[in-house]
């Protein structure tokens, strides 16, 4: 009895407020027996459907997968959650099984071939039905997600596409955790000599790190990207910040947690894949249900940036070698461009980052955007002491409406531990729906943000406080959600659209109304403005090399013989300065192989064309705050989901296509 109750903990809504996940309770022993549970009552639901000897109607076909399996779902959210946030041992340990045993259903429902038959006997008669524009887009969805998840297929090539499957679903997570290893097998001892040009925020993180190490009176940095980009933009020693660049670049790239042969690995699984369904590559695959809707549409904005970027970067890469050759540095290297690019912030804008970060402190600039949505959205946030998270570090918000009618749940989980990956993200653990009655939505947000010692409220960067918002965006679009089916929720959207909500909440923090409400004098609120001209080709170049490696290793099949010596040729072809290094080196790239913008990391800028034309509006206005603009943006963008198709949501909102122009201003390309 006590096994079946612990395993209910992950299976059944709580009776805790919000009915949020018992995480106090739940215990790693408890995943494998909650998924066993789960999965075969998932089954049964599908069984049911394929055993009704009714005709197939979307009530009792495509509204009943709607339902089905909602335990296992939970157990799932609940843990992949975990696994990301507050991995351990015992979570790593059972990971690859979960994965399996996950990866196994899911293969085994798209291939059941009367659930596919009457799918798409529906979908055939898709114009008779008399469905509303929701429901034929969740028609047209999964028949096509039947499709391309192999339910087409012969009885061989069904076989080889879920040993595919699973196998793929086995080395993203053995990526996922190599990652995680080779960044915590590593770290940089200091003493106080060595911390020259560190501001303090970042050596008290680092002396309280080296404590709780066994290190006293000694300072440590890891490969968190928040202390690489410590050292790389503040310390003046540059064998120090040059150990930093080739640690953090190297991440899986050899040793003991090399990822090299599981990236071919992982491209040619791929490849194999989307030849079985028919597609000339995987980014062909990856792209038919995105906005671009083919590799040359997403290839053509990439390169449309690429080449006036690249201007820019040659640019502020003169002036900065010129800064360095002052210093007697005649080989300005990777290693040298943060550094000196704050040099030039600090002589030209007198932007000071340490001052920044004095003002931009956490707790601040969560304040901030809960005010901005507040006065974009009525919303409001209180604090809820009463529901635990997944760590101490974890806070809980109860999330309503101006009436005070309650929206959801929001959980944060910002500060850098070596249990959780790296990098930001949003997430849910509930997702809003109206199938059987309203449903809130149960949303979290986690980042890497360094802990300052004896609780005191840690500082941010400017990138870091755009990265709170920028999360923040998405979990507005989650809570905002005001769809009927549990699938079109909040962000379940086209990726090249998931990344616009997000990226347009970032545009509020460097406003100078924000920056004036928490405290920053006006000479500093102008520096961050001036400081953001600055710097914009290296950034475009970092990120845009990334994308246009992703795109051409997944649109190319003979890429997974050599994934790095393509990639290196790809590089080099574009003529990328070697003074800059892409965002994301192929061995540690996980949003490609460990997560789900495989052929697609481009949708952050193909998103950025959305957001900086739709923020367009506001500043057109007159009104970053603008009610009227504000409540469109919620009704037309946010609420929808994936209930209609995305161009139709932005063209609601800004009553004509997107243009890229706005971009190309933001980015100081124009």
């Not at 009530?59 to 843990?79: K, Q, V, Y």
């Not at 979570?91 to 099984?97: L, R």
């Not at 798209?110 to 596919?116: E, I, T, V, Y």
């Not at 990652?179 to 970042?202: I, K, R, S, Y």
Request: glycine fraction near 8%.
């Amino acid at each position: 009895m006590a096994d079946v109750l612990s395993r209910d903990l992950l299976l059944d809504a709580s009776t805790l407020p919000f009915a949020a996940p018992d995480f106090a309770r739940i215990t790693p022993d408890q995943y494998l027996p909650a998924f066993e549970t789960g999965i075969a009552e998932a089954a049964a639901d599908i069984a049911a459907i394929v055993d009704n000897h009714a005709p197939a109607t979307f009530a009792n076909t495509i509204e009943a997968l709607e339902r089905a399996g909602a335990r296992l779902s939970r157990a799932r959210r609940i843990f992949w959650t975990v696994a990301s946030a507050q991995s351990g041992p015992e979570i790593q340990a059972i990971e690859p099984a979960v994965s399996q045993m996950l990866t196994r259903h899911g293969t085994g429902v798209a291939h059941d071939p009367r659930l596919f038959a009457r799918v798409g006997a529906l979908w055939a008669a898709r114009d008779m039905l008399g469905l509303d524009e929701a429901q034929r887009r969740l028609l047209d969805d999964s028949y096509r997600g039947f499709v391309d998840g192999g339910a087409a297929l012969n009885g061989t090539d069904k076989a080889r596409f879920a040993a595919i499957s699973e196998e793929l679903a086995g080395l993203s997570t053995e990526f996922g955790q190599n990652v995680l290893a080779a960044a915590a097998d590593w770290e940089l001892l200091l003493d106080a000599a060595d911390l020259d040009g560190l501001p303090e925020t970042m050596r008290a993180a680092a002396a309280r790190r080296a404590e709780a190490r066994g290190h006293p009176a000694r300072f440590l940095v890891t490969l968190d990207r928040g202390d690489a980009e410590g050292m790389l933009t503040f310390s003046t020693r540059r064998d120090l910040r040059e150990s930093m660049w080739r640690a953090f670049t190297g991440r899986g790239n050899g040793g003991a947690h090399d990822n090299r042969p599981l990236v071919d690995r992982i491209l040619a699984l791929r490849h194999e894949k989307a030849a079985l369904l028919g597609y000339a590559s995987y980014a062909d695959y990856a792209l038919v249900d995105s906005m671009a809707k083919t590799p040359d549409a997403a290839m053509g904005l990439l390169m449309r940036v690429w080449h006036p970027a690249l201007v820019q970067a040659a640019a502020e890469q003169a002036e900065l070698a010129a800064l360095a050759a002052a210093d007697g540095i005649t080989d300005f290297a990777p290693w040298d461009w943060r550094y000196y690019a704050e040099q030039v912030r600090v002589a030209r804008y007198a932007l000071d980052g340490g001052e920044v970060r004095r003002h931009l402190t956490l707790d601040r600039v969560r304040s901030a955007a809960f005010a901005t949505a507040g006065r974009l959205y009525g919303l409001k946030f209180d604090v809820r002491t009463d529901l635990a998270g997944w760590h101490p570090d974890v806070q809980s918000w109860a999330v309503s409406e101006a009436d005070d009618s309650p929206l959801g749940l929001l959980y944060t989980d910002y500060f850098a531990r070596s249990q959780k990956h790296g990098g930001a993200w949003m997430g849910s653990l509930r997702v809003q729906e109206k199938l059987d009655g309203a449903v809130a939505p149960i949303v979290y947000l986690v980042a890497n943000f360094a802990k300052s010692p004896g609780g005191a409220d840690a500082g941010l960067s400017i990138d870091e406080a755009r990265t709170l918002f920028h999360e923040f965006g998405h979990a507005l679009h989650a809570l905002c959600s005001n769809v009927t089916y549990p699938s079109q929720a909040g962000t379940a959207v086209a990726r090249d659209f998931v990344e616009f909500p997000s990226k347009y909440m970032e545009h509020w923090i460097v406003a100078p109304e924000t920056l004036g409400s928490l405290g920053l004098p006006q000479s500093l609120i102008t520096a961050i403005g001036h400081a953001d001209d600055f710097g914009q080709g290296f950034s475009t170049i970092e990120f845009l090399a990334s994308a246009i490696v992703d795109l051409t290793l997944h649109r190319d099949p003979a890429a997974a013989t050599d994934a790095a010596g393509h990639a290196a040729k790809t590089l080099a072809d574009l003529g990328m300065p070697g003074a800059i290094a892409p965002r994301h080196g192929l061995t540690h790239f996980t949003h490609v192989f460990d997560g789900g913008y495989a052929g697609s990391y481009y949708s952050y800028l193909w998103s950025e064309v959305l957001d900086a034309d739709a923020f367009a509006a506001f500043t057109e206005a007159g009104d970053i705050f603008d009610p009227a603009l504000a409540q469109r943006f919620r009704r037309e963008v946010l609420a929808p989901g994936n209930s209609r198709d995305p161009m139709i949501s932005f063209e609601a909102f800004r009553g004509r296509a997107p243009r890229e122009g706005a971009l190309l201003r933001d980015r100081r390309l124009a």
